[in-house]
């Protein structure tokens, strides 16, 4: 047996299996670098985390139980983001069919899918909250704000995927409509949609979903909902009334999440 | 009429699943119409609302840049550091939390839900109430705001890693596991090299998502950019506004152009 390992080439020979990887180790160490600079920029220290921590006791003491007794007023909230949700996806998924097939590149000249494209990376690039308050500051309080701040958010991400899924389709099917003389609407209904719509309601169903937990926000910043019974409660250090809103919401979320994969199964 | 006898009639759906699509196209319409008819928006402003926006942006324009290089600047740096450093705190809790998630690594069905359910609870709470919840906690500042992208990122990152990992093939495992490895071989010479593009991947991904989640959370107190934009409103300096929203803007745009150069570079 000793005599066996002993015929075994010697380390100076053998190459290693796992060679060190330097600049993978460089980048984590860069990593750690970084967030012993950054830390210092925010100005993090123990102690905060450490006082924190006791004020988190304190806070998740005072949630509890969780107060359920002004239900009538989050239902009111609760009904009210529903409301937000349906309409904006509803408004939203359908003004992204047309957005987002101006957008895609192989049907389309770019003339009309250029500006189509910069109005998809406008609504996608702000936060649904921040184009919330925009909308409340220009038109008002209430739902409608946050209406329509949801809405263009709908359009910047169902549009941008429906127009990749566009431009992924196999052109050979739109060639022989097109044979045929079908017309452009002709074509876009029997060639295009088909091949997409499976995507599309698969995007549509993920977007109601993310409105649905968008919905519940927009009232932070007085775009309509529960957000803005659950913000005032926040200010009134009501916090085991914060705890039922919390519960209500992850409630709903779960509902919609879970009618969300339903939906999706039934389009399969 | 009789060619239905004769020949098969070719459909596409059944008639169960065309009844079911049925219904969902009639619960939709149903629950469109419910919404208008039951929300509280008053129609006088949805009619004026184009001249009410159009009278904002006429009031935001010309954007104040003198504002930016004094206050702006530092703020959006500081959005950038509590998204960088809310994402390298969620990676570094999810990687744990994502590995008691898949079945793969902790073959124990009870310490696989209960990391799910902690996967799932991080992800159900929105980064705005994260963040309220981390203001009464630290206090105001960058240190709640970090906290708060952070647990909200657990959920989304412990997800795609756990999936990712369940994912790896068997075959450099059992090989390792052959030759007598211990287990943290197995899985820094097993998996990791398995999941190392999608880890990559899924890290950059969350982090565009939290550069523009870290710009709002300054709303509710949590720092960044959000707090100068929420003091220049209640100031109605619309100009500095439009400041504002540009520099977010261009922010916003450059995440996407470097997270999508480094994935085609990297992946």
Do not use: C
């Not at chain 2, 952070?150 to 412990?158: E, K, N, Q, T, W």
């Not at chain 2, 870290?214 to 509710?220: D, I, K």
Request: aromatic content about 10%; cysteine-free.
């Amino acid at each position: 047996m000793s005599a066996a390992v002993k015929s075994l080439p010697g380390p100076s020979i053998r190459a290693r299996a796992f060679r060190p990887n330097w600049p993978m180790r460089a980048v984590w160490l860069g990593f750690a670098l970084y967030v012993v600079y950054a830390s210092g920029r925010l100005n993090f220290t123990w102690d905060r985390f450490v006082t924190g921590l006791d004020r988190g006791a304190v806070f998740l003491g005072r949630m509890f139980p969780p107060e359920f007794t002004r239900w009538q007023l989050m239902a009111e909230g609760l009904l009210e983001s529903l409301q937000i949700a349906i309409i904006a996806s509803a408004a939203g998924i359908l003004l992204s069919l047309p957005i987002g097939l101006l957008a895609a590149r192989n049907l389309m000249p770019a003339v009309v899918t250029v500006p189509a494209r910069a109005i998809i990376a406008l609504a996608r690039s702000f936060h649904p909250i921040i184009v919330a308050i925009i909308f409340v500051k220009a038109i008002g309080f209430g739902p409608l704000a946050g209406i329509l701040a949801l809405t263009l958010g709908s359009i910047g991400f169902v549009a941008k995927l429906f127009a990749e899924a566009i431009e992924e389709i196999s052109l050979k099917q739109v060639e022989a409509v097109r044979a045929t003389g079908a017309s452009f609407m002709g074509v876009v209904i029997m060639a295009v949609l088909p091949q997409v719509l499976a995507r599309f309601i698969g995007f549509s169903t993920y977007q109601l979903d993310s409105n649905l937990r968008n919905s519940t926000m927009v009232g932070i910043v007085g775009g309509g909902g529960i957000g803005g019974t659950l913000f005032s409660a926040f200010q009134r250090f009501d916090y085991d009334f914060v705890a039922a809103i919390l519960i209500s919401i992850i409630a709903m979320i779960m509902l919609g999440e879970v009618i969300a994969t339903w939906l999706r199964r039934t389009f399969q | 009429m009789s060619h239905t006898n004769d020949a098969p009639r070719w459909q596409r759906f059944t008639r169960a699943q065309r009844l079911a699509r049925f219904a969902v196209y009639l619960a939709m319409v149903m629950a469109v119409v419910w919404s208008v008819q039951n929300v509280r928006v008053i129609p006088e402003f949805l009619y004026d609302a184009h001249t009410q926006m159009a009278d904002l942006l006429r009031r935001m324009w010309p954007p104040d840049m003198a504002y930016y290089p004094a206050t702006v600047h530092g703020a959006l740096i500081e959005t950038l550091h509590i998204a960088t450093l809310g994402t390298i705190l969620a990676v570094s809790m999810a990687v744990p939390i994502g590995l008691m998630a898949a079945n793969n690594i902790v073959p124990i069905r009870i310490v696989n839900e209960f990391a799910k359910l902690i996967l799932v609870a991080s992800r159900s709470v929105n980064s705005l109430v994260w963040a309220l919840l981390f203001v009464a906690i630290f206090g105001p500042g960058a240190l709640a705001g970090t906290i708060a992208i952070a647990f909200r990122s657990i959920g989304f990152v412990g997800k795609l890693l756990a999936e990712a990992v369940e994912e790896a093939s068997t075959g450099p495992v059992e090989a390792l596991r052959a030759v007598g490895a211990p287990w943290p071989a197995l899985l820094l010479k097993g998996y990791w090299p398995q999941v190392q593009p999608a880890f990559w991947s899924i890290a950059l991904f969350r982090w565009d998502i939290n550069v523009r989640e870290s710009a709002v959370l300054g709303l509710v107190g949590a720092g960044g950019i959000g707090l100068v934009l929420d003091s220049a409103m209640n100031f109605f300096q619309w100009t500095r506004v439009a400041t504002i929203l540009i520099a977010i803007f261009i922010v916003v745009i450059l995440a996407e152009i470097v997270v999508t150069q480094i994935r085609k570079r990297l992946i």
